[in-house]
C-alpha cells in the first residue's frame, strides 16, 4: 500500500515525487522495502475484520456482502474523497491514521479547497499567462506606477510554496474579513471590498465616478494586500501612497470589526510636499484642478474633506456590512446605488426594503449628512400620479400634489397611534413582505382627485414622461426622460455638523431597474441613481434580522 501510495505521489514526505527523484539508488531502495502498511493501519484493519466477523456470527449465512475498509481504497480514490470534504475537516481526518496524514500531503486536495472556497483559479506550477508571468500581472494590476523588476524582488517564491500552505496560512487565517466593509472615517464613511485575487488577499476601496457622471463604473484603489512571503508566513503591506507597498499590520478585533495601521507612513508624503499631496488627491477624487471648481463652496468642502481624511494614513477601523436581502415582491432589486448630491459630489447609497418602506442609507456620506443616515425613505403605499408634462413644469402643481399626499399620510399616522423617533416617522420594524393599505371607510373610488390616485396599489405600470419642473437644480441633467412611476417619500436635511437634522417631503421616481431619482421639494434638487454594477462576494446578510441590525450599529455610529 506504501509503495503504491509512493507512486501515485501521496508519500511519506512533503513534495514527494520530486525528493524521491533526488533519492539515490540506495535511499529509493530502502524506501521500497518499507512494509505496505504501518502499525495503527493494521491495528484499523484488524478492527475493522473483527467487527466484520462479529458481524458475520449473527448473520444467517455466507451469503451477506463482503464489508470493505475505508483503508482498503487506493490512494488516488482516497485522494478524490478528501478533495472533496471541507477544508476544515482536513486536519481531524490527518489525526485518523499515518496513511491519511501521508495522503493530505497531496497538494491536489488542498488545490481543489483553495478553488471551490475561495475561488483561487491560478496554478502554483504555472505561473504563465499568455506569456506573461503572474508576478508581472500582479505588479500591474496593483500599482502600474512600479517597475516590474523592482516589484518582483520583494514577491514571493512560487515554486517552493504549497496549497496546503496558501489554505491554512493565508485563505482559512484571514478567512473573516472577506467582504464589504464601512471605514470608520468620521462622516464620510466608504465602502471596501475584501477579496481573494490570486494568491493575494486584497483590500479595494471603491470610489464613485466622477462628478456628476453618475452612469459611470466604479472606480477602485487597493488599500492593502496580504499574501506568503515565506512559507507558512503571511506578510501584510499597506497599499497607500504611490511609492509602492511597504510594511502594515492588520488586528482582527472580532468577527465584524478589523483595523489597519502603517508601520511606514513616510511612504505616504510625496516629494512637493502637502500642496503636491493635495493635487494628486484631487485630481483622482474629482478628476479635476481646484482652478476648474469656480464653485466657493464646493472648494471649501473638498479642501475639508482632504485634510479631515489624509489624517487616518490608512489607519483605519473597519466594520462590516450586509447586501439587502430580496424579496420577490420587492419594487426593483435592492442593492448598492451611486447618486448626486449637489456640491458634496457622488456618494455611495443602500437602497432597501421593508414591508411597506424602502429606504436609502449612505454608505458614503458629507458633513451634513454622515455616512450611515437614512437618506430617503419611500413609503410604497402612497403612489403619485403625475400630471401631463407641460403641468409638470410648474413646480407648484407638483408641490400641491406631494404635499396633498403628505398631509393624509401624518394624519394616517396620528390615528394608527404608532411609534415615532426623534425626527416623526415610523421607526423601521422587520422586514416583511409588501402590504396594500387598508380600505378606508366611506371613500368611494374615484373621491379625493390627486389622493385617490396616490392609493393605487404597487403595480408596475406603462412608462409615462418625465420632466423636472422648472427651478429645480440637477447635477446630471442627462436623467430618463419616462419613468415607470413615483412615490411619495422624505429625505433627511441638516445643517453643516448634522445639525437640526429633519424630514422633508419628496417624490420618488423609479425610471428603470438600475435607476431611481428623488426630488427634494424645500430644496428645489434633483438626485440620481444608478445601480453598482459589480459582483461581491462573502457580502450576503445571514437573515433580515442580522441585516436590520447593521443598519442600526452603522447609524448609530453617526447620530
Not at 482498503?72 to 478528501?82: D, N, Q, R, T
Not at 495522503?103 to 483553495?114: A, G, P, Q, S, V
Request: aromatic share 8%; glycine share 10%.
Amino acid at each position: 500500500m506504501a509503495v503504491c501510495a509512493r507512486l501515485c505521489g501521496v508519500g511519506p514526505s512533503r513534495g514527494c515525487r520530486r525528493r524521491q527523484q533526488r533519492r539515490g539508488p540506495a535511499e529509493t531502495a530502502a524506501a521500497d522495502s518499507e512494509p505496505d502498511t504501518d502499525p495503527e493501519e493494521e491495528r484499523i484493519e484488524a478492527g475493522a475484520a473483527a467487527l466484520s466477523g462479529a458481524g458475520g456470527g449473527r448473520s444467517a449465512g455466507p451469503s451477506s456482502p463482503p464489508r470493505c475498509s475505508l483503508l482498503e481504497l487506493p490512494p488516488e480514490l482516497l485522494v478524490e474523497i478528501f478533495g472533496s470534504l471541507p477544508g476544515t475537516d482536513l486536519p481531524s481526518l490527518a489525526q485518523v491514521c499515518t496513511k491519511f496524514r501521508r495522503i493530505l500531503h497531496t497538494d491536489t486536495i488542498w488545490r481543489r479547497r483553495c478553488r471551490e472556497e475561495y475561488g483561487v483559479c491560478e496554478n502554483l506550477r504555472k505561473l504563465e499567462i499568455t506569456g506573461v508571468s503572474c508576478r508581472d500581472v500582479y505588479a500591474k494590476r496593483i500599482n502600474p506606477r512600479v517597475k516590474s523588476g523592482r516589484f518582483m524582488k520583494i514577491l514571493p517564491d512560487y515554486e517552493h510554496m504549497e496549497y496546503r500552505d496558501v489554505y491554512t496560512c493565508l485563505l482559512h487565517r484571514y478567512r473573516h474579513i472577506l467582504g464589504l466593509w464601512q471605514p470608520d472615517i468620521g462622516p464620510y464613511g466608504g465602502l471596501l471590498n475584501v477579496v481573494v485575487d490570486g494568491f493575494f488577499i486584497i483590500g479595494w476601496m471603491y470610489l464613485p465616478p466622477h462628478d456628476p457622471h453618475v452612469d459611470d463604473p466604479m472606480r477602485f484603489k487597493p488599500l492593502f494586500r496580504i499574501h506568503l512571503m515565506e512559507r507558512k508566513s503571511a506578510t501584510v503591506e499597506c497599499m497607500y501612497g504611490h511609492r509602492g507597498p511597504h510594511n502594515g499590520h492588520i488586528q482582527i478585533m472580532k468577527k465584524d470589526e478589523f483595523s489597519t495601521k502603517c508601520n511606514q507612513t513616510d511612504h505616504h508624503r510625496m516629494s512637493g510636499g502637502r500642496q503636491e499631496e493635495f493635487r494628486t488627491w484631487l485630481r483622482e477624487e474629482w478628476g479635476r484642478t481646484l482652478e476648474d471648481i469656480f464653485h466657493e463652496h464646493m472648494q471649501e468642502l473638498i479642501l475639508m474633506k482632504f485634510i479631515y481624511t489624509s489624517q487616518y494614513d490608512n489607519c483605519l477601523t473597519y466594520r462590516r456590512i450586509y447586501l439587502p436581502p430580496s424579496h420577490p415582491d420587492d419594487l426593483i432589486r435592492p442593492g448598492l446605488f451611486k447618486g448626486t448630491y449637489g456640491s458634496h459630489g457622488l456618494e455611495i447609497v443602500m437602497l432597501s426594503f421593508h414591508g411597506k418602506h424602502a429606504r436609502g442609507t449612505k454608505i458614503t456620506g458629507d458633513p451634513n449628512i454622515p455616512a450611515g443616515q437614512q437618506t430617503v425613505e419611500i413609503d410604497l403605499r402612497y403612489r403619485i400620479q403625475l400630471p401631463d408634462v407641460e403641468s409638470l413644469r410648474d413646480f407648484s402643481e407638483l408641490s400641491r400634489i406631494v404635499l396633498e399626499v403628505g398631509e393624509q399620510v401624518r394624519q394616517e399616522q396620528q390615528q394608527e397611534g404608532g411609534p415615532e423617533d426623534s425626527e416623526g416617522e415610523p421607526r423601521p420594524g422587520p422586514v416583511q413582505p409588501h402590504a396594500e393599505p387598508p380600505a378606508e371607510q366611506g371613500r368611494e373610488p374615484g373621491d379625493g382627485g390627486a389622493l385617490a390616485a396616490a392609493e393605487q396599489p404597487v403595480q408596475s405600470g406603462q412608462g409615462q414622461p418625465f420632466v423636472l419642473p422648472v427651478g429645480v437644480s440637477s447635477r446630471n441633467e442627462d436623467y430618463p426622460r419616462t419613468c415607470r412611476m413615483c412615490f411619495y417619500g422624505t429625505g433627511l436635511i441638516a445643517g453643516h455638523g448634522f445639525t437640526s437634522p429633519e424630514r422633508t417631503p419628496g417624490v420618488f421616481v423609479l425610471f428603470d431597474e438600475d435607476r431611481f431619482g428623488f426630488i427634494w421639494l424645500e430644496l428645489k434638487s434633483f438626485s440620481l441613481y444608478s445601480r453598482i454594477q459589480a459582483t461581491f462576494r462573502n457580502a450576503d446578510s445571514p437573515s433580515p434580522q442580522a441585516f436590520e441590525e447593521m443598519l442600526k450599529n452603522i447609524q448609530s455610529l453617526t447620530s
